[in-house]
Nanobody, 113 residues
Framework: VKLVESGGGLVQPGGSLRLSCAVS????????LLWYRQAPGKERELVAT?????????YYVDSVKGRFTISRDNAKNTGYLQMNSLKPEDTAVYYC??????WGQGTQVTVSS
């Protein structure tokens, strides 16, 4: 059982990226999905959450509200984080998390001109 994040990269300020989180677990559709990020020298920060069915109000940290959108496709055991209007302060390693499943390696997002 594992998580694999992908979709990170180098993007200019104002650009967009879509992160994916592939989860190899039959319990994915019954689990909350969370996205975290960790910038150099800082603690890991919760960025967004979505319920198992995606049918309730999602949570976003204030700094990304209106710019990031969390979603999921339970048929594909995959979660997503659409990131628009990216800023240099969004630079971090991004991790997805599902309860009782170990952390993945994360995917690096760098926002720079």
């Amino acid at each position: 059982v594992k998580l694999v994040e992908s979709g990170g990269g180098l993007v200019q300020p104002g650009g967009s990226l879509r992160l994916s989180c592939a989860v190899s677990s039959f319990t994915f559709s019954k689990s909350v999905l969370l996205w975290y990020r960790q910038a150099p020298g800082k603690e890991r920060e919760l960025v967004a959450t979505i319920t198992s069915a995606g049918d309730s109000t999602n949570y976003y940290v204030d700094s990304v509200k209106g710019r990031f959108t969390i979603s999921r496709d339970n048929a594909k055991n995959t979660g997503y984080l659409q990131m628009n209007s990216l800023k240099p302060e969004d630079t971090a390693v991004y991790y997805c998390k599902v309860p009782f499943i170990n952390w993945g390696q994360g995917t690096q997002v760098t926002v720079s001109s």
